[in-house]
């Protein structure tokens, strides 16, 4: 259940060489492979069938040809039984035990009780990720899908996890830097780069802006529903954060303050979003689609001082009135103590009805505002509470940790996404969800990239060829959009004709996720965007993904079909069967990653860490047994992704859907994702759902729901 790279205590020491370290690396964490190199440097009269045959543990064999049969281990089980002279391992618990030597490991270990040496057996229950290596997402040293340089990012942040974040908490600037890289002292609440300081804006925008470069564009608007566009350079950015940061600490906003930010797709939001870091408040972003009763379920339970808002904003040809909405949640929820309600009147729209002593007028506000420094924070207070529940029951607040967040997002930037500063990004999402949060605001900024705030549709503002104009008008270099928006685009020019017109010459990579995308529109987008379509799978609890296709590790711009990409450094994953034993390559299972889970994933539940635990980090606990004095250790191991898939042989994930969307049909278990890929190969469909619905005979059968061309 531990690393064997433990025997490491850093990698610098003056015991042992950097060759003798990479030797015995490879000797745990690929046996083989280092071990048929040594065989090659003896003659061999027949070389061997297999490296090694551990299928019958202790009995492991090196460099042979069959296996012994499970008689020979039975007898072994049954003199190790009559040495100990213990009744309560049984030899019909131990010959269990060898039945699924698949699902269960035991070894014997001498042990002192009563002064009287002894054997005691110690089984490793149910096969949980902890008692295998992390490596084996690794088929062979050479794969057409993976670098070496993956691989070798990989296996260090697994082996060596603080050594290698500490190295990309490098890149950014610390007021103070911590005292400890990890502390895992008390799981599944880790803490990363404890005893740091930081503030996430000043390196979102204050460096830049007082870089060569802070002339430069940092956002870009898109507005094709109100048929406006602007820009705003690093220098207009941090002129305009700062001032609303005064904006809020006038009206009384302190550190660890929560703000509600109720507002649609334009650069005021991020702005607000930013002022907050700087100053040390909690931000909290409502969807802006969201009605006044599921605003005011949020109001409850982030208990702000402040709301931000907007008189209105279009969806489409429909005016929203969100300063409405805003006055409803209000009245909704009585136990709330806003103080005030900062509203942005846009002049495209008729000025909101103001609330005297409550109200304050944006542009007043920042006319009189006096600008504010950037404050200290530390790397484990929350950066923002992101509210990922509906309307009904206790709101589940995703807490996110500024330090960790500061370092894992620009990194992923680059490694994930092969982007770099001053080039230009789009996540064609919306910020209140967690892709706005990391990668149209937080991620691009603090890796100094250009980032586009789109306010639109993919199609019907006004047509399916918006997309390919931002492309182009802003040089767009990478892009991050849903399958939906594709599924979409094709559905209203299947041919491409709205499209031809624009370049995409700018452009280099396409990633999508939130959704299973389906091979069929994969292969569309591509032939249409002219570049790699790339999957990638993540969460709002992680912040960033947890696999992906690293174009920045040069890893294969051509995964196989249907897979999320491998998993990024530091996500320990695998694939989990209903028993809890791990299921083989291409058996679809419940996905669960070991802990500490990478720097930037939530660090608790807001105002319940004990749902936390229960929600995430109860499944799949991992436990050691040890039968001799019966005693059951848990540790509270592995996340619980709650998502179905499976793993190939190259270490690629494949997330199918949400594991209570696969349905057991006659014993079969199917994701409902799998079912909805061949309904939409049909050229008459444009997208489909598929659900279980009952049935005497078979348990369940699946139903389809489809839209189809008109």
């Not at 060759?19 to 027949?46: C, V």
């Not at 009904?392 to 607040?397: E, I, R």
């Not at 939409?680 to 369940?700: Q, S």
Request: proline share 6%; net charge negative.
């Amino acid at each position: 259940t531990q690393k064997s790279s433990n025997i490491f205590s850093s990698e610098d020491d003056d015991y042992f060489s950097k060759t003798y370290r990479d030797h015995y690396l490879k000797s745990i964490n690929f046996p083989e492979e280092y071990w048929a190199e040594a065989a090659g440097n003896i003659d061999w009269m027949r070389k061997w069938d297999k490296v090694l045959d551990s299928s019958n543990p202790p009995f492991n064999r090196w460099l042979g040809r069959d296996a012994f049969e499970k008689t020979e281990s039975l007898e072994f089980i049954k003199l190790c039984c009559t040495l100990r002279k213990i009744d309560t391992i049984t030899f019909n618990m131990w010959r269990s035990c060898l039945r699924q030597t698949a699902s269960f490991r035991f070894m014997l270990v001498p042990v002192v009780r009563n002064n009287r040496k002894t054997l005691t057996g110690v089984r490793l229950q149910s096969n949980l990720p902890g008692t295998q290596k992390s490596s084996n997402i690794f088929s062979s040293e050479d794969d057409d899908y993976f670098s070496k340089t993956y691989r070798d990012h990989y296996l260090k942040s697994i082996n060596f996890p603080e050594e290698y974040w500490a190295e990309a908490a490098g890149n950014i600037d610390w007021m103070r830097k911590w005292d400890k890289v990890l502390d895992s002292s008390n799981p599944p609440f880790n803490r990363w780069f404890v005893g740091g300081t930081l503030n996430v804006c000043y390196n979102a925008v204050d460096r830049h802006a007082e870089s060569d470069y802070k002339d430069n564009v940092a956002i870009f608007h898109e507005s094709p529903v109100t048929g406006k566009s602007s820009q705003l350079t690093w220098a207009e950015l941090k002129d305009q954060v700062s001032r609303f940061a005064g904006v809020l600490t006038g009206l009384g906003t302190t550190k660890g303050d929560r703000v509600i930010i109720y507002m649609p797709m334009i650069p005021e939001a991020v702005i607000a979003m930013l002022a907050c870091a700087r100053i040390g408040a909690v931000h909290s972003v409502v969807f802006g689609g969201y009605s006044a009763r599921e605003l005011a379920v949020r109001l409850e339970h982030a208990k702000p001082k402040i709301i931000v808002g907007v008189n209105a904003s279009v969806e489409r040809n429909k005016i929203l009135n969100f300063k409405r909405v805003v006055d409803e949640a209000i009245g909704l929820c009585p136990g709330c103590d806003i103080k005030h309600a900062v509203i942005f009147n846009r002049p495209q729209f008729e000025p909101a009805e103001m609330m005297n002593g409550r109200d304050v007028d944006w542009d007043r506000g920042m006319e009189s505002a006096v600008s504010q420094p950037c404050v200290p924070v530390d790397a484990n207070d929350p950066l923002y509470v992101l509210y990922t529940s509906g309307t009904t029951g206790q709101p589940k607040g995703i807490v996110r940790p500024s330090g960790g967040h500061a370092v894992v997002l620009p990194w992923t930037m680059d490694k994930v996404y092969g982007m770099k500063p001053q080039e230009v990004w789009w996540a064609a999402s919306d910020l209140g969800w967690v892709v706005g949060h990391s990668f149209i605001c937080y991620g691009p900024l603090l890796a100094g990239i250009s980032t586009i705030i789109y306010e639109g549709k993919p199609v019907g503002t006004p047509d399916a060829s918006q997309f390919f104009r931002v492309i182009q008008d802003r040089q767009v270099n990478g892009m991050f959009t849903a399958p939906t928006a594709l599924r979409a685009i094709k559905a209203e020019d299947p041919q491409g004709r709205l499209s031809a017109k624009f370049s995409r010459e700018s452009l280099r990579y396409v990633f999508v996720a939130g959704e299973h995308c389906d091979y069929e529109t994969r292969e569309w987008a591509q032939k249409e965007f002219k570049v790699p379509v790339l999957d990638n799978w993540w969460q709002t609890e992680t912040g960033h993904p947890i696999t992906a296709t690293c174009v920045g590790f040069n890893n294969s711009l051509n995964p196989p079909k249907d897979v999320s990409g491998m998993p990024l450094p530091g996500y320990d994953v695998r694939i989990m069967r209903q028993d809890r034993t791990e299921a083989d390559y291409g058996e679809m299972g419940r996905i669960v990653i070991k802990s500490p889970l990478p720097p930037g994933n939530m660090t608790t539940l807001y105002e319940s860490p004990d749902r936390f635990v229960k929600t995430y980090f109860s499944e799949y606990p991992l436990s050691i047994h040890d039968d001799f004095v019966n005693v059951l250790r848990i540790l509270k191991g592995f996340y619980d992704t709650m998502d179905a898939g499976f793993k190939d042989e190259h270490g690629y994930v494949c997330v199918m859907s949400r594991d209570d969307d696969v349905i057991n049909v006659a014993g079969h278990r199917l994701s409902t994702s799998a079912i909805e890929e061949a309904v939409l190969e049909h050229n008459d469909v444009i997208d489909c759902a598929v659900i279980g619905v009952p049935d005497d005979l078979k348990g369940e059968v699946p139903l389809a729901l489809f839209v189809g061309n008109a």
